[in-house]
């Protein structure tokens, strides 16, 4: 008999529609702050994100779906049990986070955060020229569901977009070109926006550094909605300052939470959001990962292939297209 461990607030009629995938197992639920190390050491399967530290507990683990895209935690030597599965939640957050890119878009480029600060300051006060989404030329860094959704809503409004991803493909009719991290520099210098949305793997690590910082379009602005350590923290600030962008909207930083003494903080030009733009604020989200994860349990109850099965060498997503 199995135990199932599941950290997601599943409501009434979803844990009925889970449990039919598995009739014969012993199901708990519990948020993930909640777990015993009882219950963890317990686990032949977890659905749902734990803190890596306390994954293996789980000595005899068969399978983990997480909740989240990013898998690089969890995939790393020595969390999961010899011969565990690991599935993600790709997929799931293309809308929340794309809309949220969007929003941050508009913010930027129509000059709101100023606005509104002079609102606070009771201020009427004209900012001057703005800029236009149609038109300009929009580059994604990291084509992912997340990236993908934002790339055809700016396609949508006018944008020219071009993406980036690990490997070479065609360009779908809502991208201009597809390149990989070797046309970065080049495209770079064309960008109005660049918006990241990458895992946090070796080959992202501060992809945005300093000297690619500096190659940016002047008056351009950069979004980041991936993960913090794509962008040097403290190169982004000097950008900011004295560089060549106008502003920057970053949903992640790092390190994250950002200390209250670090100096991004007070760049007047940037709009900062705490790693909101997915998690469970949109009730589509919550509604897909769940599915997922019972779609997943009757594929592991059946004996066939799990969806969203992630690379422990790269911590993406296995033959991601």
């Known amino acids: 008999m199995k135990n199932v461990l599941v950290t997601l607030p599943l409501e009434a009629d979803q844990k009925t529609r889970l449990e039919q995938q598995l009739p014969n197992a012993v199901y708990t639920y519990s ?41 690089d935690a969890y995939a790393a030597p020595g969390v999961l049990a010899p011969g ?21 878009t508009f ?10 600060r002079n609102q606070l300051n009771k201020r009427w006060q004209d900012e ?6 149609q038109d300009s030329t929009t580059l994604v860094v990291g084509l992912g569901s997340i990236g993908g959704d934002y790339a055809r809503k700016m396609s949508l ?42 895992p946090n793997t070796p080959q992202t690590f501060h992809l945005f ?27 982004l600030c000097q950008a900011l300052l004295s560089g060549p962008l106008m502003a920057a909207a970053v949903d992640v930083t790092d390190p994250e939470p950002l200390p209250v003494s670090h100096p991004l903080w007070n760049c007047e030009n940037l ?19 769940v599915a997922l994860f019972i779609r997943n349990l009757g594929h592991y109850a059946s004996g066939e292939p799990l969806e969203n099965p992630v690379d422990p060498k790269t911590g993406y997503r296995k033959f991601a297209q």
């Open 271 to 289: 709009l900062l959001t705490p790693h909101i733009s997915g998690d469970y604020h949109l009730q589509e989200t919550l509604d897909y990962i």
């Open 157 to 198: 409004l006018g944008s020219k977009v071009y993406g980036i991803r690990r490997n070479k493909t065609a360009a779908p009719d809502y991208l201009q070109a597809v390149g990989t991290f070797d046309d970065l520099d080049a495209w770079l210098p064309l960008a109005d926006i660049v918006a990241v949305a990458l």
């Open 31 to 71: 948020p993930a702050g909640d777990v015993t190390n009882g219950q963890i050491a317990a686990a032949d399967i977890i659905l749902g994100n734990l803190p890596p530290e306390r994954v293996p507990l789980a000595t005899h683990l068969e399978w983990m779906q997480l909740n989240s895209s990013g898998a």
């Open 209 to 235: 550094d300093a000297r690619r910082l500096s190659m940016m379009k002047p008056g351009s602005i950069l979004l980041n909605v991936g993960r913090g350590t794509s962008v040097d923290t403290d190169a």
């Open 84 to 104: 565990a599965r690991l599935t993600n939640s790709t997929g799931a957050y293309g809308l929340a986070i794309s809309e949220h890119l969007l929003a941050q």
């Open 128 to 133: 001057g020229r703005v800029t236009a989404i």
């Open 107 to 116: 913010f930027l480029k129509k000059k709101l955060g100023l606005y509104h």
